[in-house]
């Protein structure tokens, strides 16, 4: 019996670590997606079995990588693999069900070209990253939104207009907004006369407090 063997825990691993023994060699003459997610099984066999040598719930730490390291010793295969791509193959396992799915909306020469479980990361992350780019509202331009107002402030201030020729007062001062008689005030003003209107109301402001002081 061969050092491989006496390292099986069950019937189940030693197929699938033959299973990925098999489809390991298949890949020195091409890349196949099914061939990856065998050898991704197997790896999280030993990546499970490495957690609980090291005591640990997570595929970190020291001590993990220590058993890991050493279970990955016992198959030669593995060791023709770099880092990345067993690190990737066992990410896909993880998140197989996503990636048949993505797999499913590929086109048959995409799905052949994405074989490789790096391949299959870096596609995921895109799709994944389009996804999560919410639409964006577009931004009125301030000279547009300013344009919109000025739009706004003039009708209503035409609509007090024809009011005013019809009832012989430019605006309601009990009703109107400060907006609207500012409006018309500024429109049928001109500079100078505005000018001693705001003097006019500031002294007058000034007047009445002094009278509210008294009054007090």
């Excluded at 079995?49 to 890991?68: D, H, Q, S, V």
Aim: hydrophobic share 35%; glycine share 4%; with cysteine.
């Amino acid at each position: 019996m061969s050092d491989e063997q006496t390292n099986f825990d069950s019937a189940f691993e030693e197929l699938k670590a033959q299973e990925a023994a098999d489809a390991a060699d298949r890949l020195k003459r091409g890349q196949s997606w099914d061939d990856w997610n065998k050898i991704g099984v197997f790896l999280n066999i030993g990546r499970n079995k490495a957690m609980l040598r090291a005591g640990t719930n997570e595929p970190i730490g020291a001590r993990y990588i220590k058993a890991f390291s050493e279970w990955m010793t016992t198959y030669a295969w593995i060791g023709e693999i770099d880092k990345a791509t067993r690190t990737h193959a066992m990410w896909c396992v993880d998140h197989g069900d996503e990636l048949a799915k993505l797999r499913e909306n590929m086109g048959l020469t995409q799905r052949l070209s994405c074989n490789h479980p790096t391949t299959m990361r870096r596609r995921w992350d895109k799709a994944n990253k389009e996804t999560d780019k919410a639409p964006t509202e577009k931004k009125e331009p301030k000279s547009a939104a300013l344009e919109r107002e000025l739009e706004a402030v003039a009708a209503e201030r035409d609509k007090w207009r024809h009011k005013a020729e019809k009832d012989g007062s430019l605006f309601d001062l009990k009703n109107d907004s400060a907006k609207i008689i500012a409006s018309v005030i500024v429109q049928n003003m001109s500079p100078h006369r505005l000018r001693e209107l705001m003097k006019a109301l500031e002294a007058e402001n000034v007047r009445r407090k002094a009278v509210q002081k008294q009054a007090g």
